[in-house]
């Protein structure tokens, strides 16, 4: 069923924070069983995109400093729906056995967590792809987990750069054809590409 952008927002404004835990073990048992999560490397907008797709200024705390995530965020939506924020990878920043059990957290998160439907990979559109996103994008597809990626902070490029940066990932996306979905491009500031996102997560 298709729905209007403003049927979509009002959709997503009615969630709850249900908390944040250590482990995707201590995810209290619920009834929903659908779930989507952002990932990618620290600083690339996680928190900001979810909360830009939940209409909430303050559902997950955002931060100039990298590695501000560090459990898993899970945000109840409409009782139909659970969207996870996870901390960040790739950040050098933290100590080597901080660094492990974060990797440990979203990896254990991503192999084993049943209600896990679809995963969004966020890059930052300025940044690029990295190793660290590479390792993230090979993990996922030995996994066979389902996901898209999304271009985060396209205001911070012109439309030239951002339309090449999607045909470098697009052609990258062909070592993991069973698993890649879909590519979406956008901005916490405007908004933009933000109902495009809603929609694929309703579909679910
Ligand atoms: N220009 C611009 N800045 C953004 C956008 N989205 C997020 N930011 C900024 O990027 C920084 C990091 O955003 P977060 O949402 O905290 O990033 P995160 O991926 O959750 O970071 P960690 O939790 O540390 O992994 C903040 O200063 C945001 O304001 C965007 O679309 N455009
Ligand atoms: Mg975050």
């Known amino acids: 069923m298709a729905k209007s952008n403003k049927e979509l927002n009002s959709f997503f404004s009615s969630n709850k924070f249900l908390g944040s835990f250590n482990s995707y073990q201590d995810i209290p048992y619920s009834e929903i069983k659908k ?62 056995v901080m660094r492990e059990n974060l990797i440990a957290l979203i990896e254990n998160y991503i192999e084993y967590r049943t209600e896990l439907d679809h995963v969004f990979l966020l890059i930052d559109s300025k940044v690029g792809i990295k190793n660290s996103d590479i390792d993230m994008l090979d993990f996922l597809n030995n996994c066979s987990r389902n996901f898209s990626v999304i271009l985060t902070k396209i205001d911070k490029i012109s439309i030239n750069q951002a339309d090449l940066q999607k045909n470098s990932v697009l052609s990258l996306m062909r070592n993991y054809r069973k698993t890649f979905k879909d590519i979406y491009l956008s901005e916490t500031k405007k908004n933009n590409g933000i109902n495009k996102i809603q929609k694929t997560i309703y579909g679910l």
């Open 35 to 96: 779930e989507c999560c952002f990932i990618g490397r620290s600083n690339v907008g996680k928190s900001s995109l979810l909360n830009a797709v939940t209409k909430t200024k303050k559902l997950a705390k955002t931060s100039k400093t990298p590695g501000r995530t560090q459990s898993i965020n899970v945000f109840e939506v409409n009782n139909k729906i659970n969207i996870i924020d996870l901390p960040g990878y790739g950040f050098a920043k933290v100590s080597k």
